[in-house]
Nanobody, 118 residues
Framework: QVQLVESGGGLVQPGGSLRLECTAS????????RSWYRQAPGKERELVAS????????NYADSVKGRFTISSDNAKNTVYLQMSSLKPEDTAVYYC???????????WGQGTQVTVSS
């Protein structure tokens, strides 16, 4: 059974940090481009960060560059999103995504809520 399960969301004050985790099962996670997306109320889902299957290349939205870091642990089938210097505008549901560039398989997690508020 294919699953992506996110964890680590919560309520944090502006300037704080959180680490999101996404653990995969049922497929070879490391062979996929793995990404974090987010969707705020009333807005479209947007790409936050991605890491290639080789782990050699990362990509970030301009709004999070220098504050967020995506990484992976292939032995644990897990991808992380370390978020620092959080702002209220980072408030959203964060989704884990996996895409196989050759075969076109796409998987999504159920999402985890991140709320940045004082």
């Amino acid at each position: 059974q294919v699953q992506l399960v996110e964890s680590g969301g919560g309520l944090v004050q502006p300037g704080g940090s959180l680490r999101l985790e996404c653990t995969a099962s049922g497929f070879t996670f490391r062979r996929y481009t793995r990404s974090w997306y987010r969707q705020a109320p009333g807005k479209e889902r947007e790409l936050v960060a991605s890491i290639t299957s080789t782990g050699g290349s990362t990509n970030y939205a301009d709004s999070v560059k220098g504050r967020f870091t995506i990484s992976s642990d292939n032995a644990k089938n897990t991808v992380y999103l370390q978020m620092s210097s959080l702002k209220p505008e980072d408030t959203a549901v964060y989704y884990c995504n996996a895409v196989h560039r050759l075969f076109g398989n796409v998987y999504w997690g159920q999402g985890t809520q991140v709320t940045v508020s004082s």
